[in-house]
Nanobody
Framework: QVQLVESGGGSIQAGGSLRLSCAASGYAYLTYCMGWFRQAPEKERERVATIYTAGLSTYYADSVKGRFTISRDNAKNTVYLQMNSLKPEDTATYYC?????????????WGQGTQVTVSS
């Protein structure tokens, strides 16, 4: 049974930091890309960051470059999103997702989401 379990969300003031975690199980984690997405009310889902299998290559949305860092601990089957200098516009539900590298990281497993609320 595939599981992606996010944690670490919460409410914080602008300028603060949070670290999201996503614990993965039930699939071949090491062969999967891991990504973080977010969705705010009445907005489309946005891909925030991706980390590829060995953790050497990453992608960031322009809106978070220089503030967010994605990393993965392959020994723990866990991916992280360190979020610094948070802004009110970062407020959203954040989702962890996994997709096989062999299929171009097409995300087919999703977590339940964790809420991040940034107040000004």
């Amino acid at each position: 049974q595939v599981q992606l379990v996010e944690s670490g969300g919460g409410s914080i003031q602008a300028g603060g930091s949070l670290r999201l975690s996503c614990a993965a199980s039930g699939y071949a984690y090491l062969t999967y890309c891991m990504g973080w997405f977010r969705q705010a009310p009445e907005k489309e889902r946005e891909r925030v960051a991706t980390i590829y299998t060995a953790g050497l290559s990453t992608y960031y949305a322009d809106s978070v470059k220089g503030r967010f860092t994605i990393s993965r601990d392959n020994a723990k089957n866990t991916v992280y999103l360190q979020m610094n200098s948070l802004k009110p516009e970062d407020t959203a539900t954040y989702y962890c997702a996994a997709g096989p590298l062999a299929r171009g990281c097409e995300y087919n497993y999703w977590g339940q989401g964790t809420q991040v609320t940034v107040s000004s």
